[in-house]
C-alpha cells in the first residue's frame, strides 16, 4: 500500500528500527520527519519494514493538527528574534508584564511560561 501525503500530516508511526515500537513526526510527500530526532523516513520504508515485522497499519495520521509550539520553543524565543521590527526578549516580556502593558496573544503564547520558570 503507497501512501502519500499532499500537505503535511502529523502522523504517529511504526519505528522502523525498533519493532514493536511507535514514534510521531511530520508526513509530507513520500516522507516523514521524526519528532524525536529529526531523522528523515521514507515513507515506503516503514511500511516495508513495518509489514516484515506483522504490522498491520504502519502509519496513523491525525485528522487535526495538534499544536506542538510549546515543545519547538521550550517555552522561550531564539536571541535576536523580532516581531514587527521590535526585538522580543525574557527583559522586554518582563517589563511588559510588570508595567502592566498589552502583550499579543502571540507573545502571550510564546512567553507564558516564563513567570512560572522564575
Not at 39 to 67: M, R, S
Not at 99 to 108: I, L, N, P, R
Amino acid at each position: 500500500m503507497e501512501m502519500y501525503f499532499d500537505r503535511p500530516k502529523q502522523v504517529v508511526f511504526a519505528d522502523p528500527d525498533n519493532a514493536g515500537d511507535w514514534i510521531v513526526g511530520i508526513a509530507y510527500k513520500d516522507e516523514i520527519i521524526c519528532a524525536c530526532c529529526g531523522g528523515i523516513f521514507n515513507i515506503d520504508d516503514v511500511v516495508e519494514q513495518a509489514t516484515a515485522d506483522g504490522v498491520k497499519q504502519a502509519i496513523y495520521p491525525y485528522e487535526d493538527w495538534i499544536d506542538v509550539a510549546f515543545e519547538i520553543t521550550g517555552g522561550e524565543m531564539p536571541k535576536g528574534l523580532s516581531i514587527d521590527g521590535e526585538k522580543i526578549s525574557e527583559v522586554d516580556y518582563d517589563e511588559a508584564v510588570l508595567q502592566d502593558e498589552e502583550v499579543s496573544e502571540y507573545e502571550a503564547h510564546y512567553f507564558r511560561d516564563l513567570e512560572d520558570a522564575k
